[in-house]
């Protein structure tokens, strides 16, 4: 009975004073100095900690009635913990929760003006509670959601996803809310890329990734300037694996943000994937320009003069790599199958064999650095067929501790020795 009558107390409070205090014209009777406001506080706090949250609710909205700003770094918070818990209790009738419904607007509109630095927090919450617990015609829950949006641009993923909804919910040929749902998941998409849910929901929302692919170039033509159109259909199309198609927008990019890591690292791989092995290489280079010690570009630019055939200059960078690294097996592992590439290209003879065993002792190598290298210790094992035997350094006059040179006709690049074991 007593909790019944310390709710009722709450509610009168809530009902009459938020309308104007929401509309900054509350006057407050009676004494409210700054020395009561901090009395009224710390008692709100106290029972807000206890989560006393109906014997706290009373007090705080007498300090808003004090000073709105005072306190604003704390009560908002503490407030919203008080109407969240009360909505949603079991114990609470529905007219109470009805007289929280009707004051609640009025509360985020007031932490909005009087704490802006949690701005984008309190947009989106109310914007929530603006569709769930009110349950307002879409048109106005979309235009909260927007407001949300653009406070915050990196807004939680949950509410993004129910702001998409809401447009899925209410898509017709007299609007362009499919548009602008696809717009949303197409965000979530690029910005959760193993998050399967975003892809599902695109899928439902066109016929096909080409149509998709489509929407998006069109946007960017029709606002040709806009990089985060450009982006957007760049990102559509690597999703997509269209790396063709993701070029021109790359290419756009780089050319309006020169600076931009990503843009050039995509563009690179955009041009490889099309066998553009040229124009691959000078993005990477542009990159080593921009990060010379990323690692991952020279290990990369290794991979593409490997594909070129340049054995020489792709052993160079993979062993730049390692050492931008301080050790890096896979990079090393990627110079024994250089010199695998090498041998299997030459006639199978005694010089051949002696690459095979560089190639070998360069697996162990990169076994040493990382000893989970399975791949590594699998060509070990693989080419224990292909290296010389007892016999061939018997016939060729060779003995344990010896250091024979790489040489021969396919060899020419690799300048190194081996030593008998």
Not at 27 to 46: I, Q
Not at 367 to 374: F, N, R
Request: aromatic share 14%.
């Amino acid at each position: 009975m007593i909790n019944k009558i310390k709710m009722m107390i709450t509610l009168s409070i809530m009902l009459i004073a938020l309308p104007a205090l929401a509309a900054n014209e509350m006057r407050v009777e009676g004494p409210c100095d700054s020395l009561e406001t901090l009395k009224l506080y710390s008692l709100f706090s106290e029972y807000h900690k206890n989560k006393d949250f109906q014997s706290a609710l009373p007090y705080g909205w007498q300090v808003l009635e004090c000073d709105k700003s005072k306190f604003a770094k704390w009560i908002y918070y503490k407030m919203e913990d008080c109407l969240w818990y009360l909505h949603d209790s079991s114990d609470v009738a529905p007219e109470e929760i009805q007289a929280i419904d009707d004051s609640v607007v009025n509360f985020y509109n007031m932490a909005i003006q009087y704490y802006p630095d949690a701005m984008a927090y309190f947009q989106v919450r109310k914007a929530f509670v603006m569709e769930t617990w009110l349950q307002l015609d879409a048109e106005t829950c979309i235009a909260e959601y927007q407001k949300a949006a653009e406070y915050n641009p990196d807004m939680d993923s949950y509410y993004f996803n129910r702001f998409g909804q809401i447009y899925i919910a209410n898509m017709s040929d007299e609007n362009d809310y499919k548009l602008k749902a696809i717009d949303i998941y197409t965000k979530l998409a690029v910005r959760e890329p193993d998050n399967p849910e975003w892809p599902r929901i695109l899928s439902t929302l066109v016929d096909d990734v080409g149509q998709l692919l489509d929407i998006r170039k069109k946007n960017w033509e029709l606002d040709k300037e806009n990089l985060e159109k450009a982006w957007t259909y760049a990102s559509e199309c690597i999703r997509a694996q269209d790396y063709e198609r993701a070029i021109e927008p790359l290419e756009f990019l780089t050319q309006k943000s020169p600076e931009t890591l990503n843009y050039w690292n995509q563009l690179a791989t955009a041009y490889n994937k099309v066998g553009r092995l040229q124009d691959a290489e000078a993005a990477y280079q542009k990159l080593l320009q921009l990060d010379p010690n990323n690692k991952d570009f020279y290990f990369n630019l290794g991979l593409i003069y490997k594909e070129q055939g340049k054995l020489s200059k792709a052993r160079q960078y993979f062993e730049t790599a390692s050492d931008k690294a301080g050790g890096w097996g896979m990079a090393i592992f990627s110079v024994g199958l250089l010199y695998e590439q090498a041998a299997r290209d030459c006639t199978f003879d005694f010089k051949t064999k002696l690459v095979y065993l560089l190639a070998q002792d360069t697996y162990r190598r990169a076994v040493s650095i990382d000893p989970s290298l399975a791949q590594a210790r699998d060509r070990i094992g693989a080419l224990s067929s292909s290296i010389p035997t007892q016999e061939d350094w018997f016939f060729n006059k060779y003995k344990s501790g010896d250091v024979i040179p790489i040489t021969g006709d396919c060899f020419t690049w690799i300048g190194k020795s081996i030593t008998v074991p």
